[in-house]
């Protein structure tokens, strides 16, 4: 069996201190068949420069707002299988492998654990397993499937055929893609699919804020259908 090449979008912006770990884990994947896109916002530092040192191909995507760098990365992408990561992200060693072996029958997209990239207390890293182990998992057990974007997979043909993310959307874009998704087949979770993200946000919030402005948001999205359109950046 032919194996199925891949693509990894990687939206970015101001982010050479930290893309660095995304391109390390990388490296170090056990499938090989796989290019990896980067999808720039106008950075003024050095993260275009680093991308291509890798390897990466690089597309400019000025206009803000990461559905938008997504989109631009999977318009150039030749993979059958689209994988998202952040740029502040390091994917586990079996990470495309597992959704390369995951997205197959009726399955149209996965999602997987994401951990803190930094050590933390343990109270930040029990909630990161809270949210994106517990919480993703009891989504796609009810039939609400909330995939996060920062670590996931999903057939190209079937991320066209939704038109891929909602570009008006500042946050939540990723829920909002998940609800298109499901109309089309599966959405599961893959344990092996493991990534590790920056919690530069909570240490720049704080535990209360960060909390407080997701579970905000998550009231705003299911009751409004209508997400904050501010998310500060964090670089």
Known sequence: MVPMKVSVVIPALNEEKYIGYAFEGLRRQSFKDFEVIVADAGSTDKTREIA????????????????????????????DILIFLDADTKPSPRLIESYVKGLKGDVVAATGPILPLEKTKKSITLGYKFVSILFVKLAIKIGR???????????????????????????????????????????????????????????????????????????????????????????
Request: proline share 3%.
């Open 145 to 235: 499937p909330t995939i996060v974007g920062s670590n996931f997979a999903v057939r190209r043909n079937t991320f066209e055929k939704v038109g891929g993310f909602n570009s008006n959307l500042i946050t939540y874009e990723d829920w909002d893609l998940s609800k298109r998704l499901k109309k089309y087949g599966k959405i599961i979770y893959i344990d092996d699919a493991v990534v590790y993200t920056s919690a530069r946000r909570i240490f720049a919030w704080g535990i209360r804020g960060f909390f407080n402005f997701h579970v905000g948001n998550i009231i705003r999205y299911n009751l409004f259908k209508k997400p904050k359109d501010e998310y500060e950046p964090i670089r």
């Open 52 to 79: 291509r040192k890798y390897g990466a191909k690089v597309v400019i995507e000025r206009r803000r707002g990461i559905a938008r760098g997504r989109n631009a990365g999977a318009k150039v992408a030749k993979g």
